[in-house]
């Protein structure tokens, strides 16, 4: 059975945190969750779209987020794992500059909050160019890092692809010589200076508009790290425009997404990216590829 889901799609990759990780679990009673917004909200006081009423989107233990505004003009994200706060914060500081993702507005560091655009409008999925449209917005992503400011590029200088390159592989990748293959790979394509960012949170719900502009945006980038590469966002697509019902067979998502890499200055070959993509296989203990290198 093919994966139905990005999750899905990942098995054999994915680890499982151990229970009881979360030291300080957030209330999840939308009443509880609506109190801990209220405080955090103002630590973002001095911002105009801070204001209004607040209505809660989701109360998790991980996370508490609320639209703020009538009509909602922010998005307010209070995180429970301080990890996971400066975890958003370095991919906004990474990708944030990308026209696809919402801006961010505000942070505060003593709530773990974020202040961000609020994207209401949803992604029409019917017209015929929309996988192709979502593919070239989750490209789009896996680019920006080639744009980023001096100051910027240098603090993330440890991420470059030449550098991971050199070092040992990561406690987490299973065959070190298959992951330096696919950094090799995906240096070709990118550069040796690149930040190799990945692990976009793709649902078919998280594809949104800003309103009066058809261009795709991109939810939700608080699983995006700058170590894992744009090659497992790749393999989550076939999931995820299935789960659309937009249904693709592998071989098309795939130079969808060569294609969408080209026009934002990578130099991905098909047989480079059907080389990469079964080397991070290999590297990862992915279950499958959902014949995106076929």
Avoid at 138 to 157: G, K, N, T
Avoid at 213 to 234: F, K, M, N, Q
Wanted: proline share 9%.
């Amino acid at each position: 059975m093919r994966p139905a889901t990005a999750a899905e799609a990942l098995h054999g990759l994915i680890r499982v945190r151990p229970h009881g990780w979360l030291a300080s679990p957030l209330p999840t009673s939308p009443a509880a969750a609506a109190e801990r917004l209220h405080q955090a909200r103002r630590d973002h006081a001095g911002h105009p779209a801070a204001g209004g009423p607040l209505e809660v989107l989701a109360a998790r233990a991980t996370a508490a987020v609320a639209a703020l505004g009538t009509p909602p003009t922010a998005v307010l994200k209070v995180h429970a794992d301080a990890d996971a706060y400066n975890a958003e914060l370095l991919a906004y500081a990474v990708v944030g500059h990308c026209r696809v993702l919402p801006r961010l507005l505000g942070a505060a560091d003593a709530s773990r909050s974020l202040l961000l655009e609020h994207l209401d409008d949803p992604f029409d999925w019917a017209p015929a160019d929309a996988p192709a449209a979502f593919v070239e917005a989750v490209a789009a992503v896996h680019a920006a890092p080639a744009h980023l400011d001096a100051a910027d590029a240098e603090a993330l200088a440890p991420f470059r692809l030449d550098r991971l390159t050199a070092a040992p592989a990561p406690a987490w990748i299973r065959d070190p010589d298959a992951w330096h293959t696919a950094l090799t790979l995906c240096t070709r394509a990118y550069g040796p200076e690149h930040v190799p960012v990945g692990h976009l949170d793709l649902k078919p719900e998280h594809a949104r508009h800003r309103a009066g502009d058809s261009a795709v945006c991109l939810i939700d980038i608080e699983t995006l790290r700058p170590d894992v590469t744009g090659l497992i966002d790749l393999i989550t697509l076939p999931a995820v425009l299935r789960q659309a019902g937009r249904a693709m067979p592998g071989p098309v998502v795939r130079e969808l997404y060569r294609a969408a890499t080209a026009r934002h200055g990578a130099r991905w070959t098909t047989p480079d990216l059907r080389a990469a993509l079964i080397a991070y296989q290999r590297a990862t203990g992915l279950a499958t590829l959902c014949g995106l290198a076929d």
